[in-house]
Every structure is written in C-alpha cells, then in structure tokens.
C-alpha cells in the first residue's frame, strides 16, 4: 500500500487536514481495498487501478475529486449547497461535505469503476 494520501496529509495543518482526512476517512469505510496512490498528480485512493476519490486544498477552497463528471452530475440533489465543476466539488473546512454526500459519490464511484472493469 502506498503512502501517497498520508504524504500530502502530512504538509496540511489544522481544521482543513482535519476536513480532508474526514473525507479519506469514509471513502475507506466504504471501499477498505481502495489503496493510496496518485492519479492525475493528486494523492488519490485508487479502486482496481482507477482513481477512486482524491480531495485537496486549493487556494480559496477544498476540493473532491471523484474522478467523474457523471458522479457529480448524479449527485447534484445532496451538493445543492456546494459549487460543482463538472469534475470537482468545492467545500471547507467551515462548511464540509455531508457524510450521506460522501458515502452516494464514493459509492456511486466504486459502482462505476466496477461496471467499467467487468
């Protein structure tokens, strides 16, 4: 298993390292054979060698990353009060993502990951 999410936790302090080790937190909970590693540049848990969720601080915001527009289109009804990209979800230490948000995304994209890998 690789160290990549526990490396970049590491250069994070204070309540935002907290809002992102959360997010890793559940995303384990929900896939505990996802592993650490890196996709697209960014420490990422990583499920049957695609990019399962990765979350980092930007400059004005955290952002999460499930590696799928589809994900976050599909989840649009539990991040009404989140900024979306077609690929990222922004939220904060201050206003963090709801667990049921959390475990829909990363469950949404386990589920899709398998489809693809069949």
């Known amino acids: 298993m690789g160290t990549a999410v526990i490396t ?10 907290a809002a992102l080790e ?11 054979e996802a592993q650490e590693g890196t ?3 960014m420490a990422a848990l990583i499920y049957r060698g695609k990019g399962l969720i990765a ?3 930007a400059k004005k915001f955290l952002a999460l990353y499930p590696y799928s ?5 599909a989840n649009l009804n539990v991040l009404a009060n989140f900024e979306t990209t077609t690929g990222s979800i922004h939220y ?8 049921i948000a959390l475990q829909s995304i990363v469950t949404a994209r386990r589920a899709e990951i398998d489809a693809k890998t069949r």
Request: hydrophobic share 40%.
């Open 8 to 17: 970049y936790l590491s250069t994070i302090d204070g309540a935002d390292r």
């Open 22 to 32: 959360r997010v890793y937190k559940i995303a384990r909970e929900i896939v505990p």
């Open 39 to 41: 996709s697209y540049g």
């Open 55 to 57: 979350t980092v601080r």
């Open 69 to 73: 527009g589809a994900v976050v289109a």
């Open 92 to 99: 904060s230490a201050e206003h963090q993502l709801p667990d």
